[in-house]
């Protein structure tokens, strides 16, 4: 009676080492379909593919034939040697008649950073020639030239008392590769002070998308990387991709985002607009704030 006593409680505590054993193996094995190499050690998980997957830059064609033949654009997936073309071959870059921006703001095609996908024409004489449906525009916010990888960014919300902290995280676009990074530095994408600045509040929120490389950090709290951009993109269309409004004009009498040339006569209302403010209005546009000052000023002029 012991002895069978005693079998039946070695064979239960076997089960409970297997069972227990099991547990853990699949706890910690890696999501299917996903690579464990891409699992670094103290790496977090990689967000849901849609977030950072089929991601865009084009380039315009200018090559002189007919239309639509020539004229459209070159597209090509950023972090990749290679797209899938509508013929179902790989190629360095795939030529689309167009793109369909879908609602979505348009971006210059030199700025643009855009999520979507080619598709095939469905008339049968450009059944061979895709266009480009657009699913997000995105646009740089400086004049350089995008090196390195891309990644969407956010700030984790996490501040530490010493360093490096690993206060962002970085998903990798078009790949399934995440991980929390100390920081990343906008300064070099050549970006104004207010987009720099919009970028640092949209990182609190959305994110936003940075090219870049990046550069060891060593602190008390051991070793880590931080993210450098060459450029960073945000959302076309919002208040924040916009450039600053400036006074511009051979008098300054002239409220825009852009360097606008002008006639050089002076006019006595011009010197109302040196203490006016020049920002954006309620339609969107650089303008002149009409405060009560501004208006009295032009009156007596």
């Known amino acids: 009676m012991r002895g069978s006593t005693a079998f039946r409680t070695l064979a239960l505590l076997l089960t409970l080492c297997v069972l ?127 090196t390195g990888s891309y990644y969407r960014v956010k700030d984790r919300g996490l501040r530490c008392i010493t360093s490096p902290c690993p206060t ?30 919009a970028a640092f509040t949209a990182l609190t929120g959305q994110g936003i998308l940075v090219a870049g490389e990046h550069e060891k950090v060593t602190g008390p709290a051991g070793k880590s990387e931080k993210l450098t951009s060459t450029q960073f993109y945000l959302r076309a269309g919002s208040a924040t991709a916009k450039k600053p409004c400036i006074k511009t004009g051979c008098s300054k009498q002239i409220c825009s985002d852009h360097t606008v040339m002008s006639t050089c006569e002076w006019r006595e209302e011009y010197a109302c607009y040196r203490q006016a403010t020049c920002e954006r209005q309620a339609d969107g546009n650089c303008g002149f704030t009409k405060t009560p000052e501004l208006t009295a000023c032009l009156a007596r002029k």
Request: net charge positive.
């Open 168 to 197: 962002h995280r970085e998903d990798k676009l078009n790949a399934r590769q995440g991980r929390n990074i100390a920081g990343v530095d906008l300064s070099q994408a050549g970006a104004s002070d207010d987009l720099v600045n």
């Open 20 to 146: 227990m054993f099991s547990g853990g193996a699949l706890a910690g094995s890696p999501r299917i379909n996903q690579p464990a190499s891409n699992l670094k050690p103290g790496a977090a998980e990689p967000e849901s593919p849609p977030s950072t997957s089929t991601y865009y830059v084009l380039r315009a064609d200018l090559r002189k034939c007919a239309s639509p033949m020539c004229g459209g654009f070159f597209v090509r997936r950023v972090n990749a040697s290679s797209t899938m073309c509508v013929d179902g071959k790989n190629s360095s870059e795939c030529y689309v008649s167009e793109i369909k921006w879908n609602g979505h703001t348009q971006v210059d095609p030199a700025k643009a950073l855009l999520r979507g996908s080619i598709l095939k024409n469905a008339t049968a004489k450009l059944r061979k020639i895709g266009y480009f449906k657009v699913e997000e525009a995105w646009q740089a916010a400086g004049d350089n030239n995008a």
